[in-house]
Nanobody
Framework: VQLVESGGGLVQPGGSLRLSCVASGFVFRSYAMNWYRQAPGKEREWVAGISSDDGVRDYADSVKGRFTISRDNPKNTLYLQLNSLRPEDTAVYYC?????????WGQGTQVTVSS
């Protein structure tokens, strides 16, 4: 199993980024997927989730209306569109899924929001 995130970077407040997570080693289309983030000195927190067939999307209150999760099952890729970014969105962003009670994580991609 491998999850590889990309797309992070330095952006000014109010800016946008699009994160990607390419999955391999499992049947991507069969699993719900999530994005989490971890800011310096804080615990990892759930950001957004999407069902296996993209029928259900859910968001943390802190990002609702600003972030959009999506997936492309034929491309085995998960996305997170980040709009109206704020300094408090600065964190390492991870994609994730659960299989038989085990959690799988990518290496993360750094998002820094600063002027």
């Amino acid at each position: 199993v491998q999850l590889v995130e990309s797309g992070g970077g330095l952006v000014q407040p109010g800016g946008s980024l699009r994160l990607s997570c390419v999955a391999s080693g499992f049947v991507f289309r069969s699993y719900a997927m999530n994005w989490y983030r971890q800011a310096p000195g804080k615990e990892r927190e759930w950001v957004a989730g999407i069902s296996s067939d993209d029928g259900v999307r859910d968001y943390a209150d802190s990002v609702k209306g600003r972030f959009t999760i999506s997936r492309d099952n034929p491309k085995n890729t998960l996305y997170l569109q980040l709009n109206s970014l704020r300094p408090e969105d600065t964190a390492v962003y991870y994609c994730n899924f659960y299989q038989r009670g085990a959690a799988y994580w990518g290496q993360g991609t750094q998002v820094t929001v600063s002027s």
